[in-house]
């Protein structure tokens, strides 16, 4: 059976780019994803906050990230007692109350400041 496109014109360096960029989206959504403690906590049950590709992730994302918090949550992964306390769901409910509380907060103080300027 014939291929329906033709790879002849596609050179190994456009593959090792479309590679690339694929590699670099999966990760960019991985990191996203940090941002959810519920995720999060799930993530250490399964033990695979504890894999050396975790903490290899990089900062790099910071400006295509949508949730900052993903880039807080990924910084303290790097701390062990961080990826053992979220197993535990009071922690993970800690940390959500944390992150609805600064959200709150945020836009609030947000608003204000834009209302006296």
Do not use: C, G
């Not at 960029?21 to 995720?39: D, I, T, W």
């Not at 062990?80 to 600064?102: G, L, S």
């Amino acid at each position: 059976m014939s291929s329906l496109v033709d790879d002849t014109n596609t050179s190994p360096s456009q593959d090792a780019r479309e590679e690339d960029r694929e590699r670099f989206e999966l990760e960019l959504e991985f990191v996203q994803s940090l941002a959810n403690p519920y995720y999060l906590q799930s993530l250490a049950q399964q033990n695979i906050l504890d894999q050396p590709a975790v903490h290899q992730l990089q900062k790099d994302y910071a400006r295509f990230i949508h949730y900052p918090h993903a880039l807080h949550h990924l910084e303290l992964l790097r701390h062990a007692r961080f990826r053992t306390e979220i197993k535990k769901d009071e922690w993970r409910e800690y940390i959500n109350q944390k992150q609805f509380d600064h959200w709150r907060t945020w836009y609030h103080d947000r608003a204000t400041l834009y209302r006296h300027t």
